[in-house]
C-alpha cells in the first residue's frame, strides 16, 4: 500500500486522443485539462460539463500544429496559456480560452521534453 493513495478516487476515463497520452495539465480553476499525445494534438477539457458515470468531463477543443508527438505541457499560473513541447523539436505557445497558438518557438535540434513557466 502506499501513503496517500487514498486521497485520490477514480472518477472514470477521458477518450479523444488517436495516441498514447504524454502529459496532462490542470488549470488554475480546476475545471479544466490539457493533454498532450503521440497523435500530435493537445486537448482541452471541460471537467465539469455533462458528467456522467464514468465520463468525467468532455473535450472542448482539439488543438493542432505540432507535426510529431506532444512530450511535455505546462499551463501559465492563471490558466490563460498552455506550452507545449514536441518530438519536431518546437515549443508552442497557446491561448486556452480560443485554443490557437500564438507563437512557435523554433532553433531547438532534438526533440523538446519537457517545458516550464517561470512564476
Not at 1 to 30: M, R
Not at 44 to 62: D, R, S
Not at 86 to 108: M, N, Q
Request: charge should be negative; glycine fraction near 10%.
Amino acid at each position: 500500500e502506499f501513503p496517500g493513495l487514498s486521497l485520490f478516487n477514480y472518477e472514470g476515463c477521458l477518450s479523444s486522443h488517436g495516441g498514447w497520452v504524454t502529459s496532462v495539465v490542470s488549470c488554475a480553476d480546476d475545471a479544466t485539462l490539457v493533454s498532450g499525445s503521440r497523435d500530435n494534438h493537445l486537448m482541452i477539457w471541460n471537467m465539469t460539463e455533462q458528467q456522467t458515470a464514468g465520463v468525467p468531463g468532455v473535450p472542448v477543443k482539439c488543438l493542432e500544429g505540432h507535426a510529431h508527438f506532444v512530450s511535455s505541457i505546462a499551463m501559465s499560473s492563471d490558466g490563460a496559456f498552455a506550452l507545449s513541447g514536441s518530438w519536431d523539436h518546437t515549443l508552442r505557445l497557446w491561448e486556452v480560452a480560443t485554443g490557437r497558438c500564438i507563437r512557435t518557438f523554433k532553433g531547438h535540434t532534438k526533440d523538446v521534453l519537457a517545458v516550464a513557466f517561470l512564476r
